[in-house]
């Protein structure tokens, strides 16, 4: 008499391969996560100031950060042309529209006007996440234009929250604008931190004037952006998720097929 054979069912993956593609699985995942945490390490804007920045702005046109000349002033400048604790540079040229000593003049569609004198241009933000979950560099800019017939000083306040959420992340308070010549625009800018894992980030900046130029009042006028900072984190923790399931999915299947024998006859 011929005993018995066991057979797997047809189409059932043999236990070896099984164990084989398992261990594929968690090997993938671990690569996985060391190169989420390598490309959150090389995002640091002092190495590549473009990497995953999605810049979302009030519906003005985008005005690029210029390169850090010496003759920058107010604050402390550092390679990328951002400057960490907030500070001004002198843009190479006036913007379009922009008057002499005469005052006034026509505000492009990307600047506010603030009574003819002043006019602020939109604020621009770029994100950049970084090792630390908890962390993340935002910097923000906008331009400044004295259009008055004297040289002006101001200040600019900027803030960062947490996009749909009225959390306060981080702010700028007090950055100087001073001495701002007739016909001059500059750039004013900051650096925020501690963006974290919120994806979307609302930013925001209240250019304060002088009470009043040349015998006319000014108020202050508040400019806003929105920007993403990729949540590397997060999206490691999804897909470590899914492997971890695909591979469960893969050991019950090969188990079945183990434990249901199949006689057979001679």
Known sequence: MTRPRRSAP???????????????????????????????????PTDDPGTLSVTITDGSTATPSPPVS?????????????????????VPLPATGSS??????VAPASEVSVAGMVYVGGLNASAFPEPDPTAGIVDVWFTVRNAAST?????????????????????????????????????????????????????????TPPESVDGVALTPVTRDALTLLFPWVIAAAVLLGGLVLLVVQIVRVSGRGEATPVAATT
Do not use: C, K, N
Request: a positive charge; hydrophobic letters at 45%; zero cysteines.
């Open 151 to 207: 040289p002006i000083d101001a200040t600019a306040d900027f803030w960062m929250d947490a996009g749909m959420f009225s959390q306060r992340l981080d702010a700028v308070d007090g950055v100087q604008v001073t001495a701002l010549q007739p016909g001059e625009s500059r750039v004013v800018s900051a650096r925020l931190r501690h963006g974290g894992q919120w994806t979307l980030l609302s930013t925001h900046v209240t250019l």
């Open 100 to 105: 002499g000593s005469g005052g006034g003049g």
């Open 10 to 44: 047809r189409g059932a993956m043999p236990p070896v391969a099984s164990r084989r593609v398992a261990a594929a699985g968690i090997a993938l995942a671990l690569v996985v996560l060391a190169g989420s945490g390598a490309a959150s390490a090389s995002a640091s």
């Open 70 to 90: 010496p003759a920058a002033t107010g604050g402390s400048s550092v390679p990328g042309g951002s400057v960490p604790a907030g500070g001004t540079r002198p």
